[in-house]
């Protein structure tokens, strides 16, 4: 009763008859305690997060202290010594992640523009489900394959190391990139020479991160304006020529960033790394030739340690690791936020 | 009358009788394939085998399997272009030849995964093939025992263990995380995102190295399986609530409207509508962290330590999972064991495809789409609720009012 006199009590004036009813817009307790627990977890997840980085510069202080500015100029690991550094690994990390980006990139291209342009249907969710799942497979098993099959069986085989590696050694070893120690046609025990060398590692790290571009490639060319391809056609191109003036260039944010998050990832990849590479402390551009390095495998290799500065320049190696892999990856999101941005205004 | 019909008739007849000509508006066929182009593609892939193979077998002392493939291939791509070239344009050569590269590049990838699946299951498969290896633990078997000694029951127990902890942790975490990612937008909640965003990618060993330098160098936390999960719970819980801020956002904002509209609370319309309309995507990013964190190696390796025998603490004493014990078995030189470091990892490839499977078969499905079991279970309720209304309606004939939540005592 009370209800309805207090509706009718504003109709007295009369201009105010359109005026907004206020609304109340604080929240109850129990919505300002929601509040609050959502924020306190979004701070939580940040102050994790943190922490990683933290705990690893505190951990990291006394060695970055020991080895100052040699820390990355220093090819040679002896932290008992104070002679330690990670110019080396650093080097062979970024080395292995250039193989890695290399082979990834137009493979990932290639399979994104496959399964986005030349399926549909069944078979289309059938190979996005099927590289989403070459995305989940350990990388311990890609590591198996690499060391147990790629390598000898393909790569590098019999005593004379028959495969790839010889062949690029043999024929363009007058690029620095590619020559070997010694004579590449010479005929017997080359073999070692081209195993565990930064190229196998390269093109098993290849192969984990071909997955994660192409999913972030294929996403970004699913997007492409129905308008746009279909105007191609009108104008009468062939399917390549669609994919090359509208799927290509709407989606270069998404192989940008595609690829940047892949470079992210092939950074950070230890244990198969770890099980192909023979580990060397010198800086080395000899992709082909046996030993490298990368900082992952060397803190894989060394986490042993008994002393505490061993320990401490393990961290601050880690943390290199980390502030590389950090940029590396906020390019890559920028990229891809870029790129998604621009689906959203077009389509 | 008859007249205008004779006026049509005669009309039909004289439209008939000169020579047929295709209606207007058929389509010309653009889809299909034509004589031409397969008996290219034949052509092209028999000239090319046959070429290489005179290469590689006759006249020059080329060999290895991948070189066969490569210059096969690259003869097959110039022969097709120079047979399509030889009734097409430019623009018809460019288009082939960008489709077998793309094709091939696409073959090449599924190829290597299917190899990379296969080997595992191939090698180890004389480990697999006998029953202790899933009943038994290494405490027994040392180097030179035969695999009818021997399992890794101590790291499925591990990984299961491990995973289950890490779990614990990261369901609740990573979901009310992305809720607050998904529901509140302010600068704080995009700062969060771009930080969890940059931590999808950290590096395994990292995680690792930093539940390393945290909890067991400051905390003196052992080396145990409890540590691992930690390392392997930071490793999931970015992706889950990546993952999950992703399908929150799918939620239809008509559906929190209207619980809005009748005057839920902002948490009650997560409890009740948001989190229930979304679960299956929920499960899937939750699927899909486990997925990731049970394969890893290196965060384990340096957390739980290293042992040969079940333990069943995860909280005391070291613990390997399955990943770990494949690197651990595949380390050593001797046959044995490199055939139960494959086993083990068949065993963990087994374990990701079916977690696998499971994200996909319910993550398929739509925010608020049902399975046909929830949909009948959704319709006797409602069946439920209708005949309870429609008995209040009889009794009190006054007022019958549809609250889902109500019970039948309203």
């Given at each position: 009763m009370s209800h309805a006199a207090h509706l009718l009590e504003p109709e007295a004036p009369q201009e105010a008859a359109d005026a907004p009813r206020?609304?109340?817009?604080?929240?109850?307790?129990?919505?300002?305690?929601?509040?609050?627990?959502?924020?306190?977890?979004?701070?939580?997840?940040?102050?994790?997060?943190?922490?990683?980085?933290?705990?690893?510069?505190?951990?990291?202080?006394?060695?970055l202290r020991v080895a100052g500015w040699g820390f990355v100029t220093t090819q040679a690991w002896v932290p008992e010594s104070g002679n330690f550094g990670i110019a080396a690994v650093l080097t062979g990390t970024i080395v292995i992640a250039i193989i890695a980006i290399a082979i990834a990139l137009p493979l990932a291209l290639?399979?994104?523009?496959?399964?986005?342009?030349?399926?549909?249907?069944?078979?289309?969710?059938?190979?996005?489900?099927?590289?989403?799942?070459?995305?989940?497979?350990?990388?311990?098993?890609?590591?198996?394959?690499?060391?147990?099959?790629l390598q000898p069986g393909i790569l590098v085989r019999g005593d004379e190391g028959d495969g790839l590696p010889r062949f690029l050694a043999t024929y363009l070893g007058w690029i620095p990139v590619f020559q070997v120690e010694g004579d590449p046609r010479a005929a017997t025990g080359t073999a070692t020479v081209y195993t565990a060398s930064a190229f196998i590692a390269g093109i098993v790290v290849?192969?984990?991160?071909?997955?994660?571009?192409?999913?972030?490639?294929?996403?970004?060319?699913?997007?492409?304006?129905?308008?746009?391809?279909?105007?191609?056609?009108?104008?009468?191109?062939?399917?390549?020529?669609?994919?090359?003036?509208?799927?290509?260039?709407?989606?270069r944010g998404g192989i940008i960033g595609g690829t940047m998050l892949g470079l992210g990832r092939a950074l950070g990849e230890t244990i198969a790394v770890f099980m192909i590479i023979s580990p060397i402390f010198e800086i080395s551009i000899r992709i082909l030739q046996v030993g490298t390095n990368s900082v992952s495998s060397l803190i894989a290799l060394r986490y042993g340690e008994s002393t505490q500065i061993g320990i401490s320049a393990l961290m601050a190696a880690g943390l290199a690791l980390f502030a590389l892999t950090l940029v590396v990856n906020f390019v890559a999101s920028t990229a891809i936020a870029r790129s998604r941005s621009g689906a959203v205004s077009d389509a | 009358m008859t007249a205008v019909l004779d006026d049509r008739a005669a009309?039909?007849?004289?439209?008939?009788?000169?020579?047929?000509?295709?209606?207007?508006?058929?389509?010309?066929?653009?889809?299909?394939?034509?004589?031409?182009d397969v008996l290219?593609?034949?052509?092209?892939?028999?000239?090319?085998?046959?070429?290489?193979?005179?290469?590689?077998?006759?006249?020059?002392?080329?060999?290895?399997?991948?070189?066969?493939?490569?210059?096969a291939f690259v003869l097959f791509v110039s022969l097709y272009a120079l047979l399509v070239s030889m009734d097409g344009n430019r623009p018809l050569v460019a288009d082939r030849t960008a489709a077998t590269i793309v094709v091939a590049l696409a073959a090449l990838l599924l190829i290597v995964l299917v190899?990379?699946?296969?080997?595992?299951?191939?090698?180890?498969?004389?480990?697999?093939?006998?029953?202790?290896?899933?009943?038994?633990?290494?405490?027994?078997?040392?180097?030179?025992?035969?695999?009818?000694?021997?399992?890794?029951?101590?790291?499925?127990?591990?990984?299961?263990?491990?995973?289950?902890?890490?779990?614990?942790?990261?369901?609740?975490?990573?979901?009310?995380?992305?809720?607050?990612?998904s529901e509140v937008s302010n600068p704080f909640s995009r700062f969060v995102?771009?930080?969890?965003?940059?931590?999808?990618?950290?590096?395994?060993?990292?995680?690792?190295l930093f539940i390393y330098a945290a909890l067991i160098l400051q905390f003196g936390v052992p080396r145990s399986?409890?540590?691992?999960?930690?390392?392997?719970?930071?490793?999931?819980?970015?992706?889950?609530?990546?993952?999950?801020?992703?399908?929150?956002?799918?939620?239809?904002?008509?559906?929190?409207?209207?619980?809005?509209?009748?005057?839920?609370?902002?948490?009650?319309?997560?409890?009740?509508?948001?989190?229930?309309?979304?679960?299956?995507?929920?499960?899937?990013?939750?699927?899909?962290?486990?997925?990731?964190?049970?394969?890893?190696?290196?965060?384990?390796?340096?957390?739980?330590?290293?042992?040969?025998?079940?333990?069943?603490?995860?909280?005391?004493?070291?613990?390997?999972?399955?990943?770990?014990?494949?690197?651990?078995?595949?380390?050593?030189?001797?046959?044995?064991?490199?055939?139960?470091?494959?086993?083990?990892?068949?065993?963990?490839?087994?374990?990701?495809?079916?977690?696998?499977?499971?994200?996909?078969?319910?993550?398929?499905?739509?925010?608020?789409?049902?399975?046909?079991?929830?949909?009948?279970?959704?319709?006797?309720?409602?069946?439920?609720?209708?005949?309870?209304?429609?008995?209040?309606?009889?009794?009190g004939a006054s007022s019958g009012t549809a609250d889902d939540e109500g019970g039948p005592g309203r």
């Open positions: 206020p609304v109340p817009t604080s929240a109850g307790p129990a919505d300002r305690a929601f509040d609050a627990l959502l924020a306190g977890i979004g701070g939580l997840v940040l102050a994790v997060m943190a922490l990683v980085g933290l705990f690893l510069l505190v951990r990291a202080w006394e060695a290639g399979t994104a523009v496959f399964i986005s342009e030349f399926t549909r249907g069944r078979l289309q969710r059938t190979l996005i489900n099927l590289v989403d799942l070459m995305a989940a497979v350990p990388s311990v098993v890609y590591g198996l394959f690499g060391f147990y099959l290849a192969m984990m991160v071909t997955p994660i571009a192409c999913s972030i490639m294929r996403e970004s060319f699913s997007q492409a304006p129905v308008g746009e391809r279909e105007g191609a056609f009108a104008l009468g191109a062939t399917r390549w020529g669609m994919i090359r003036t509208v799927v290509l260039p709407f989606g | 009309r039909t007849v004289v439209g008939t009788s000169p020579p047929p000509v295709p209606p207007p508006d058929a389509p010309r066929p653009i889809r299909g394939v034509r004589t031409s290219e593609i034949v052509g092209a892939a028999l000239a090319a085998i046959s070429l290489t193979s005179l290469m590689f077998f006759v006249l020059t002392p080329f060999s290895g399997l991948l070189g066969y493939v490569v210059v190899t990379v699946i296969v080997f595992a299951f191939v090698r180890g498969r004389s480990a697999l093939a006998n029953l202790n290896f899933f009943v038994e633990d290494m405490r027994q078997a040392g180097p030179l025992q035969p695999l009818t000694d021997g399992g890794i029951l101590h790291a499925i127990v591990g990984t299961l263990q491990q995973i289950t902890i890490a779990l614990v942790v990261v369901v609740p975490l990573g979901i009310l995380c992305a809720v607050f990612l995102r771009t930080i969890v965003e940059a931590m999808t990618a950290l590096p395994s060993i990292i995680a690792g399986g409890f540590a691992a999960a930690m390392a392997l719970a930071i490793m999931a819980l970015p992706i889950v609530i990546r993952a999950g801020d992703v399908v929150l956002r799918l939620v239809p904002g008509t559906l929190k409207e209207a619980a809005a509209a009748l005057g839920a609370p902002r948490w009650r319309i997560m409890w009740h509508v948001t989190l229930p309309t979304a679960r299956s995507g929920l499960m899937t990013s939750v699927i899909l962290g486990t997925a990731r964190a049970i394969g890893e190696t290196s965060p384990v390796l340096l957390t739980a330590g290293a042992t040969t025998a079940l333990n069943l603490n995860p909280f005391d004493g070291p613990q390997v999972s399955l990943p770990l014990a494949t690197f651990n078995f595949t380390r050593s030189s001797e046959e044995t064991f490199i055939a139960r470091g494959f086993g083990t990892a068949a065993v963990l490839l087994v374990l990701v495809l079916v977690l696998f499977a499971a994200a996909r078969a319910i993550g398929g499905r739509g925010p608020g789409e049902l399975t046909s079991r929830q949909l009948r279970r959704r319709l006797q309720r409602s069946e439920r609720d209708r005949a309870r209304i429609e008995a209040t309606g009889a009794s």
